[in-house]
């Protein structure tokens, strides 16, 4: 089954207490991203990765870091998370950039007290 | 910010009727347009999508129009069932110099609950 899996699907963390948040897709797909949700907000691009080794920033980087050092891996990494980065977050994969259909993942809600 | 808004966050239909969700953009050079489906507790689920150079798609009871004069999308479902409710997003692809094949660009979302 082609899918996007993400773990953990909740996380409760303290405020400086490093994490990684890791996704895999099988389905050979180059492009990557991760979104975060927030009430009223609705879905912000992190990070992106349009192949192996190539990331760069979306719309909200700060306090975030990605690795694509596989095809089908593409961890969130949290160095020092804070407690405005408790959000819900989505790592999606499509075939190329925004004009196809992207495929996301059931979400890790992040907690960080 | 972002480009693509929504009219309306809420809406409430009775089972039966059809239902219209709609959105705005603001980006003439978007080439792409998608509409996600968003259960509680859920990952976004693709829904229909439609490229610039149509007008209208039709999938399973939904359909999808795109009126690029006055920059508007919308989603229609026939006959609203109980398990269409939940929130809808538009997404469009927005081009830039630094990301040729674009990205996804995604509305706030609308509601949208369906009355026994």
């Known amino acids: 089954e082609a899918q996007v899996t993400q773990n953990p699907r909740y996380l409760i963390t303290v405020t400086g207490k490093k994490l990684t948040v890791t996704c895999s897709q099988n389905?050979?797909?180059?492009?990557m991203s991760w979104y975060r949700q927030d009430p009223g907000l609705g879905l912000r691009q992190i990070y992106y990765?349009?192949?192996?080794?190539?990331?760069d920033k979306g719309d909200v980087p700060e306090g975030y870091k990605v690795s694509r050092k596989e095809k089908r891996n593409f961890p969130l990494i949290l160095e020092s998370p804070s407690p405005n980065q408790t959000s819900l977050y989505f790592c999606?994969?499509?075939f190329g950039g925004g004009n196809t259909e992207a495929f996301f993942g059931q979400g890790t809600r992040l907690t960080v007290v | 910010g972002e480009s693509v808004g929504l009219h309306l966050p809420t809406l409430s239909v009775q089972e039966g009727d059809n239902s219209i969700i709609n959105c705005a953009y603001s980006?003439?050079?978007?080439?792409?347009f998608i509409w996600y489906k968003q259960e509680s507790g859920k990952g976004p689920q693709f829904i229909i999508d439609?490229?610039?150079?149509?007008d209208k798609r039709q999938g399973q009871r939904v359909t999808v129009l795109l009126n690029k004069t006055v920059k508007h999308l919308s989603l229609q479902i026939a006959a609203t069932q109980p398990g269409d409710s939940a929130v809808y997003f538009c997404?469009?692809?927005?081009?830039?110099?630094?990301?040729?094949?674009?990205?996804?660009?995604f509305g706030k979302g609308t509601k949208l609950t369906v009355n026994p």
């Open positions: 999606a994969s499509s």
């Open positions: 389905m050979n797909h180059e492009y």
């Open positions: 990765s349009m192949n192996v080794e190539v990331t």
């Open positions: 980006n003439s050079a978007s080439d792409y």
């Open positions: 439609i490229r610039s150079n149509m």
């Open positions: 997404a469009e692809n927005l081009i830039s110099r630094s990301m040729v094949l674009g990205k996804l660009v």
